[in-house]
């Protein structure tokens, strides 16, 4: 796919050769125009294209300075970019339809997008931003702070948090959704268990739709199906990753 450099449209040339849709309401001039194949032929007086939308404009007006690289075409006068947009200081948008903007981010994914700081989107229609963040997942949206969603439809927030199961959550700090459709929330929280939900300090919920809440939980339960001496909720109430207890337990 060709990349149209937008601040290179001032000078009067296109680098390299591609197609530009431009509408002649929105020019100042008339001094332009589209050859048979499609590329933008300027003339010696060619005066820059200006819009009414704020959109086309402010690509245009940062430019040359942030670095704006547009892969497919331009229209001026719906203002809609089709392709990939690239915006920031050693930005890469690979996927089709991506977006990558800040500084060193990567959107690799098809539709996907990157941005903030050393932020990767790698799957496609994957989101992520803040800092140091991966969207690996499908459809996953990483955020914060060296965060990381792996599953299909994850999400991760906070600091370094991490969603592995499909439609999994985590949030918080250091926090780890693994079960499908599981939620982990708090500090140092983990969900083994599919359906499950873990909050609080160092709590483990290790059973298929298991809620634990409190601090350091003794982990009980299947992680993938329903067994009757598994127990629905927990308490914990340790000191600490070696003196772990509950305090409740529900059937």
């Known amino acids: 796919m060709k990349k149209i450099r937008i601040d290179q449209i001032d000078s009067g040339s296109l680098w ?13 001039t008339a001094s332009y125009a589209l050859n048979a194949g499609g590329s933008l032929d300027l003339t010696d007086n060619y005066v820059p294209i200006r819009s009414s939308n704020t959109l086309v404009d ?28 690239e ?6 948008a690979n996927g ?9 981010t990567l959107a690799s994914g098809d539709y996907s997008h990157a941005e903030g700081v050393e932020t990767t ?15 690996d997942g499908e459809a996953a949206h990483a955020e914060g702070e060296s965060t990381t969603a792996y599953g299909y439809s994850s999400h991760a927030e906070g600091g370094e948090t991490t969603a592995n199961g499909d439609y999994s959550h985590a949030e918080g700090r250091y926090t780890n959704a693994d079960g499908y459709s599981s939620h982990a929330e708090g500090v140092y929280t983990n ?3 599919n359906y499950s939900h873990a909050e609080g300090y160092y709590t483990s919920a290790s059973g298929y739709g298991q809620h634990v809440a ?8 299947n992680p993938s199906s329903f067994v009757d001496t598994d127990y629905a ?7 600490s990753t070696a003196l772990r207890a509950n305090a409740l337990t529900l059937d």
Do not use: C, R
Request: no cysteine.
């Open 58 to 85: 402010s690509i245009i007006s940062q430019s040359g300075t942030t670095g704006v690289e547009i892969s497919g075409s331009v229209t001026a006068s719906t203002a809609q970019i089709n392709g990939v947009m």
């Open 233 to 239: 909720y927990i308490i914990g109430n340790g000191t």
């Open 16 to 28: 390299p050769s591609a197609s530009l849709a431009v509408s002649a309401s929105y020019a100042e």
């Open 96 to 104: 089709d339809y991506s977006h990558a903007e800040g500084n060193y």
């Open 121 to 135: 989107a790698n799957d496609d229609a994957s989101h992520a931003e803040g800092y140091y963040t991966t969207a």
């Open 87 to 92: 915006q920031g200081n050693n930005v890469s």
């Open 214 to 221: 409190g601090k350091y939980n003794i982990a009980q339960g």
């Open 191 to 193: 969900t083994n268990g």
